[in-house]
Nanobody, 122 residues
Framework: QVQLVESGGGLVQAGGSLRLSCAAS????????MGWFRQAPGKEREFVAA???????LYADSVKGRFTISRDDAKNTVYLQMNSLKPEDTAVYYC????????????????WGQGTQVAVSS
């Protein structure tokens, strides 16, 4: 049974930083892309960042230069370092996994975590 468990969310002031973690278990993730998505109240879930097995990355334009995705495959863990946070980054952040290269399409990801709340105050 595949499980993705996010942690690291919280409340931070604008301009601050947070690091989210996602621990994966239940199978080997060799060949899998790991991604982060977010969903703000009243909005659809949107792509944030993804990192493929071979190191390729994708970022949403809204987070480029501020967020960095990384992964430690020995620990089956993916991270999202979030710097220069803005109030509009407030959302529930979800970790997801899918076999193949990095993609932005939410519907293509097979496995999802339960999410962790990030709130950025102005």
């Amino acid at each position: 049974q595949v499980q993705l468990v996010e942690s690291g969310g919280g409340l931070v002031q604008a301009g601050g930083s947070l690091r989210l973690s996602c621990a994966a278990s239940g199978r080997t993730f060799s060949g899998y892309t790991m991604g982060w998505f977010r969903q703000a109240p009243g909005k659809e879930r949107e792509f944030v960042a993804a990192r493929g097995w071979t190191g390729g990355t994708l970022y949403a334009d809204s987070v480029k230069g501020r967020f960095t995705i990384s992964r430690d495959d020995a620990k089956n863990t993916v991270y999202l370092q979030m710097n220069s946070l803005k109030p509009e980054d407030t959302a529930v952040y979800y970790c997801a996994a899918d076999y193949g290269p990095p993609i932005v399409d939410t519907r293509r990801y097979a496995y999802w975590g339960q999410g962790t709340q990030v709130a950025v105050s102005s």
